[in-house]
């Protein structure tokens, strides 16, 4: 499970020769923010800003994009709120530079991030949908994640056990593949990303210390 990561930077996309980003988005993201999804037209690669929470198109109001976030593959076409983006093939990529996981010592989870040794973004395997709610036209998404009990890295995080998942990374010279996909069959895509081409470390969260009434009392000007 994925619910927190940072998009990729400008020099990263720099590096990967993709289209110039026509919009703002957050250095770090969670469930519910928006974020930069990458998907193909007929005009070609092109980016829309989506939250980060896929919302069906039968949904009353966006609070299940708070839930919805990350999506097994085993199960895209059963889940209702998965099915019809699925069935249409609306797969997309989010680019990302380091995403973050939990892992435990002595039962206290730990943050620690994940990312390429080479420093590139990464593109990871994302289901997309256009839905209107409450008169609102809503662009969402989802990662797309898979079982990762054997996989030398991800077998690691989360929660003691024997449910491990993991995102699944698409690799590089696949994105076309994966962009133009016309079956709701990913199976040739439901593989383990090469752990010898990346590397994890623990990345504490930063701590923001918030300015208070007190503290601006006794503020000198």
């Not at 809503?138 to 995102?167: C, L, Q």
Request: glycine letters at 4%.
């Amino acid at each position: 499970m994925c619910a927190n990561f940072k998009p990729l930077t400008v020099q990263q996309l720099h590096d990967l020769n993709l289209p110039d980003i026509p919009f703002e988005y957050p250095e770090e993201v969670y469930p519910h923010y928006q974020l930069p999804l990458l998907f193909k037209s007929d005009q070609g690669l092109e980016w829309r800003l989506v939250n980060f929470g896929l919302i069906p198109k039968w949904a009353e109001d966006k609070t299940i994009g708070t839930r919805t976030y990350n999506a097994r593959n085993e199960t895209l076409l059963q889940k209702p709120t998965f099915a019809e983006a699925t069935a249409k093939c609306k797969f997309g990529v989010i680019p990302v530079s380091e995403f973050y996981e939990s892992k435990y010592f002595d039962n206290k989870p730990q943050r620690w991030g994940v990312r390429r040794k080479d420093g590139k973004a990464f593109y990871i395997a994302a289901l997309y949908e256009i839905a209107r709610v409450q008169d609102e036209i809503v662009r969402s998404s989802t990662m797309i994640t898979m079982d990762a009990i054997d996989h030398p890295m991800m077998k690691e995080f989360h929660e003691p056990g024997n449910i491990k998942r993991s995102v699944i990374v698409i690799p590089h010279h696949r994105l076309d593949e994966w962009l133009s996909m016309t079956t709701p069959n990913i199976q040739s895509f439901v593989e383990g990303f090469p752990v010898e081409e990346f590397e994890c470390s623990h990345v504490p969260k930063e701590k923001v210390n918030k300015e208070t009434p007190q503290l601006n009392f006794f503020d000198e000007d």
